[in-house]
Nanobody, 125 residues
Framework: QVQLVESGGGLVQAGGSLRLSCAAS????????MGWFRQAPGQEREFVAV????????NYADSVKGRFTISRDNAKNTVYLQMTSLKPEDTAVYYC??????????????????WGQGTQVTVSS
């Protein structure tokens, strides 16, 4: 059974930082690219960042470039999202996802095979 479990969300003031973690089980973690997506109330789920199986290829949404950093630890089956300079518009439920396209850097929701339940990030102004 595949499980992706996010943690690290919470309430933070604008300008602050948070680090999200996503622990994977039930998959060969190093054979999957890992992505982060987010969904704000009343809005569609949107791409945030993706990292290839080795960590050698990363891609970010323009809205988070320079502020967010995605990384992974294949020994721990965990992917991270370091978020800095947070803005109120970053408020959303953040989801991690796994894609069998291990070399990929896809921003498409349909490229991902497994999803976590999400963790809430709220940025106050």
């Amino acid at each position: 059974q595949v499980q992706l479990v996010e943690s690290g969300g919470g309430l933070v003031q604008a300008g602050g930082s948070l680090r999200l973690s996503c622990a994977a089980s039930g998959i060969i973690f190093s054979s999957h690219a890992m992505g982060w997506f987010r969904q704000a109330p009343g809005q569609e789920r949107e791409f945030v960042a993706v990292i290839s199986w080795s960590g050698g290829n990363v891609n970010y949404a323009d809205s988070v470039k320079g502020r967010f950093t995605i990384s992974r630890d294949n020994a721990k089956n965990t992917v991270y999202l370091q978020m800095t300079s947070l803005k109120p518009e970053d408020t959303a439920v953040y989801y991690c996802a796994a894609s069998r396209l291990k070399y990929g850097s896809s921003s498409r929701i349909t490229s991902y095979n497994y999803w976590g339940q999400g963790t809430q990030v709220t940025v106050s102004s």
